[in-house]
């Protein structure tokens, strides 16, 4: 079973950034996406990646401040957060896309946003 590693998390105010980094063996293989859980709320995805195109997508809310990006040579995505909101607070988490089974879910990393 692949063990994803999110890494990256921190306490930013608003409109500052972060980088979330998932790392996970053989992950260059799969579309990957990146999916967040604030606290009382479902978990929903946020972006994901294509395996082969590298194509991206994007939840609205994220357009234009979320970047999604691949290194399939360090079985690595990345997702740029800039211009974070209240509103992005969450931990997030990566997993394949769709997501691999309920067992597969990492620890995730937390994002705070906070004045």
């Known amino acids: 079973q692949v063990h994803l590693v999110e890494s990256g998390g921190g306490l930013v105010q608003p409109g500052g950034s972060l980088r979330l980094s998932c790392t996970a063996s053989?992950?260059?293989?799969?579309?990957v996406g990146w999916f967040r859980q604030a606290p009382g709320k479902e978990r929903e995805g946020v972006s994901c990646i294509h395996v082969l195109t590298g194509n991206p997508q994007y939840k609205d809310s994220v357009k234009g401040r979320f970047t999604i990006s691949r290194d399939n040579a360090k079985n690595t995505v990345y997702l740029q957060m800039n211009s974070l909101k209240f509103e992005d607070a969450a931990v997030y988490y990566c997993n394949s896309y769709p997501p691999w089974g309920t067992g597969s879910w990492g620890q995730g990393t937390q994002v705070t946003v906070s004045s």
């Open positions: 053989d992950l260059s293989y799969y579309t």
